[in-house]
Nanobody
């Protein structure tokens, strides 16, 4: 199986920055798209950013120009640099990956989530 673990969440003041990391491990043959979703209390999970294995990126309008996604393929890790944070960015952030395992299975894998809280 393939597992994802996020890190880097926490409490930050409005206008500040945080960097999230998400490392994939396990029986990984390849990782295709990796990215981030978030879910605020009382809201549905919403897509935040994505990067494919070739480096193409996409961002939700709400974070475009403030968040930057990157990845280190050698480390099977994706990052989310979050700048100019505001209280509306408060949510649990979930990493995801489209993976092929060593047994040939195609998997959509999710991390357990990391809390980001932005105070005003």
């Amino acid at each position: 199986q393939v597992q994802l673990v996020e890190s880097g969440g926490g409490l930050v003041q409005a206008g500040g920055s945080l960097r999230l990391s998400c490392a994939a491990s396990g029986s990984i043959f390849s990782l295709n798209a990796m990215g981030w979703y978030r879910q605020a209390p009382g809201n549905q999970r919403e897509w935040v950013a994505i990067m494919d294995s070739g480096g193409m990126t996409g961002y939700a309008d709400s974070v475009k120009g403030r968040f930057i996604i990157s990845r280190d393929n050698a480390k099977n890790t994706v990052y989310l640099q979050m700048n100019i944070l505001n209280p509306e960015d408060t949510a649990v952030y979930y990493c995801f990956a489209d993976a092929r395992s060593n047994t040939g299975r195609i998997l959509k894998v999710w991390g357990p989530g990391t809390q980001v809280t932005v105070s005003s």
